[in-house]
Structures are given as structure tokens and as C-alpha cells.
């Protein structure tokens, strides 16, 4: 069965610095999306990606933080300038579609983010 | 996209039913409802969704009352791998931004 895959699976990073998380979608889909999770905290939604580019972001989706396509395969998430309170865990999601039957996310196991 | 209510938590009997409530008191009559779960520390999973008849797939079976105000999530046969939090989303599709918001959930203790 096809599925969202994530690296890394944790990474340690010291505050200040720049972390890049990959995610390689399901190859048919055309949705992207990311979200994060505190530990002990709900699931929140960060970004919606379409079509080369943002289609919605939330407010915790600031200046820090950036999406990209590099290649057909590859969606990821830049955070600049890291802070502790970045520490997460960070979920890549896909869709096929946004309709009542291709609108179903499909979630990678996660890239767990600590920030020292 | 419409609020929903879910307990916090509750327990279920290995082998047993689940049945997990959600009401939706204000959804409208173009939004679906969809259920997810998230084991521990895994990425959140589709389960089900449907619009006013009753769905049923492998995972799960979705029982929506005829005034579409609540849901009922049943899973037949819960094993203590059913062991998740469960998040009932009430949204239209095609539109949201193209964005699923996910609340607290339910917290589900399958027991042995």
C-alpha cells in the first residue's frame, strides 16, 4: 500500500538553527499538507500546498517557516532560526483530491523535532 | 466547518463494541463527516467518512442519525490495538482552504 514517507525520524538541533524536514508524498496525490504536535497537544495544521504553492497557512505558519516542491517527489519544511518552543512533532500529510472521496489525508509517521 | 463534541475518554472491552459519539449539532447540509484515529506518536489515519447514509468499511462502521446532529463510530471488535484517539471532523469538501482541522478527540482504552 502506497504511503507518506518522512525523514528524518528525529532530529536534534541546537536553537538558532535551520532544519530542513523531507517528506516524499503518495505519488498520485496532489495535495500536501503539514502539521505539527506538541507533545501532550493536539494535532495543528501549519500549511496546505497545491499546485506549487501555498493554499492556506495558519498562524503559526510565520515568517520562520517555509514550504517546497524541489523536485516531482519531494515536499518540505524549513524552519529558520529554531526555538524552543519548535520542539514537535512534525506530520507530512497528502490528499488525491479536496472532494467528498479523494479528500481523505494520508499522514507519514512523523519527524520528531527537539530543539536544545 | 462545523464544531463537534466528543468525550475526552472512554474505555472499552477487548473484543467488544466501540461505539465512540460525536455531536454536530450545526453541520450544515453539504458537510461530510470523517473520522480519524492516532495511535501513540503515529501519524493520524484515515478511518471512515460519510454524508447521511450509514457507511461501513473494514476498519470501521459510521452510524448517522437521520437529523445528521450526531455520529456514532463503531468499531465491532476492538482490539487493544484500537487503542488511539479518535477525531470526528465535520467539513465540506472541496473548500476549508483545503485544510482538515483536528480537535481533541476521544481518547479510547481498549482493556483486556
Known amino acids: 500500500e502506497p504511503e507518506v514517507t518522512q525523514t528524518p525520524s528525529h532530529q536534534v538541533t541546537q536553537m538558532g538553527q535551520e532544519v530542513i524536514l523531507r517528506c516524499v508524498p503518495i505519488s498520485n496525490h496532489l495535495y500536501f499538507y503539514w502539521y505539527r504536535q506538541i507533545l501532550g497537544q493536539k494535532v495543528e495544521f501549519l500549511v496546505s500546498?497545491?499546485?506549487?504553492?501555498?493554499?492556506?497557512k495558519s498562524e503559526i505558519f510565520d515568517d520562520q517557516f517555509s514550504v517546497e516542491r524541489p523536485d516531482g517527489s519531494n515536499f518540505t519544511l524549513k524552519i529558520r532560526s529554531t526555538k524552543l518552543e519548535d520542539s514537535a512533532m512534525y506530520f507530512c500529510?497528502?490528499?488525491?483530491?479536496?472532494?467528498?472521496?479523494?479528500?481523505?489525508?494520508?499522514f507519514g509517521e512523523g519527524s520528531r523535532l527537539t530543539v536544545l | 466547518d462545523a464544531k463537534t463534541t466528543q468525550p475526552p475518554s472512554m474505555d472499552c472491552a477487548e473484543g467488544r463494541a466501540a461505539n465512540l459519539p460525536c455531536n454536530h449539532s450545526t453541520i450544515s447540509g453539504n458537510e461530510y463527516v470523517y473520522w480519524y484515529r492516532q495511535i501513540h506518536s503515529q501519524g493520524p489515519q484515515y478511518i471512515i467518512h460519510?454524508?447521511?447514509n450509514n457507511e461501513t468499511n473494514e476498519m470501521a462502521s459510521l452510524i448517522i442519525t437521520e437529523d445528521r446532529k450526531s455520529s456514532t463510530l463503531i468499531l465491532p471488535h476492538a482490539t487493544l490495538r484500537d487503542t488511539a484517539v479518535y477525531y470526528c471532523i465535520v467539513r465540506v469538501p472541496n473548500t476549508g482552504g483545503f485544510k482538515t482541522i483536528f480537535g481533541a478527540g476521544t481518547r479510547l482504552f481498549v482493556k483486556a
Open positions: 460519510g454524508l447521511k
Open positions: 500546498f497545491y499546485n506549487n504553492e501555498i493554499s492556506e
Open positions: 500529510a497528502s490528499s488525491e483530491g479536496q472532494g467528498a472521496h479523494t479528500g481523505e489525508l494520508f
